[in-house]
Antibody, heavy 119, light 106 residues
Framework: HLVQSGPEVKKPGASVKVSCKAS????????ISWVRQAPGQSLEWLGW????????NYAHKFQGRVTITTDTSTNTAYLELRSLISDDTAVYYC??????????????WGQGTVVTVSS | DIQMTQSPSTLSASVGDRVTITCRAS??????LAWYQQKPGKAPKLLIY???TLESGVPSRFSGSGSGTEFTLTIGSLQPDDFATYYC?????????FGGGTKVDI
């Protein structure tokens, strides 16, 4: 399971940090991606942290504004997004890689965290 | 970035129909393609990966094909539980993008 933190309301220019707590598997051995979905829109991949924190990769659109980290002591992954604008209003999902040390096939998803950016 | 274009964006069908959704990549992605199903208010669910491999537990009426830049998802006989939105996703070179989605409704 992946259980995410609760809804957030932020003002433009602020930062948000969303958490994703894993259970039921060896957390460190699998990569985690973050994907968002604006209201009525498609899915958008933000970035990925690999198993054992060996590698990270971010979508070009978000480079410099996003950081993905993990805390293996608490089996939790984090997404931090800075300099928020209204277009960042979306549901943010964490998702697990299907196999250890792989990328891109997401077999387990969190329930989603609603982030609203509004003045 | 690799762009993924799905068609159609909306598809009206009936129970028992054979349904085909197409996904086109802006450059070759070999077979690094997955398909997901999403219902309103829920997270996406993995259906197919590596273009044609059915995820465990997914009904065999779902099938995928293609390689390079052209891919298809076929539902052999549409069931009531299949009315949802479907997304393709490329996962080439440790980067990923999703298609615009295809909503299958009655």
């Amino acid at each position: 399971h992946l259980v995410q933190s609760g809804p957030e309301v932020k003002k433009p220019g602020a930062s948000v940090k969303v958490s994703c707590k894993a259970s039921g598997y060896t957390f460190a051995a699998y990569g985690i991606s973050w994907v968002r979905q604006a209201p009525g829109q498609s899915l958008e991949w933000l970035g990925w942290i690999s198993a054992f924190n060996v590698d990270r990769n971010y979508a070009h659109k978000f480079q410099g504004r996003v950081t993905i980290t993990t805390d293996t002591s608490t089996n939790t992954a984090y997404l931090e997004l800075r300099s928020l604008i209204s277009d960042d209003t979306a549901v943010y999902y964490c998702a697990r890689d299907r196999w250890s040390s792989s990328f891109g096939v997401f077999d387990i998803w969190g329930q989603g965290t609603v982030v609203t950016v509004s003045s | 970035d690799i762009q993924m274009t799905q068609s159609p964006s909306t598809l009206s069908a009936s129970v028992g129909d054979r349904v085909t959704i197409t996904c086109r990549a802006s450059q070759s992605i070999s077979d690094w393609l997955a398909w997901y199903q999403q219902k309103p208010g829920k997270a996406p669910k993995l259906l197919i990966y590596k273009a044609s491999t059915l995820e465990s537990g997914v009904p065999s009426r779902f099938s995928g094909s293609g390689s390079g830049t052209e891919f298809t998802l076929t539902i052999g006989s549409l069931q009531p539980d299949d009315f949802a939105t479907y997304y393709c996703q490329q996962y080439h070179s440790h980067s990923s993008t999703f298609g615009g989605g295809t909503k299958v409704d009655i």
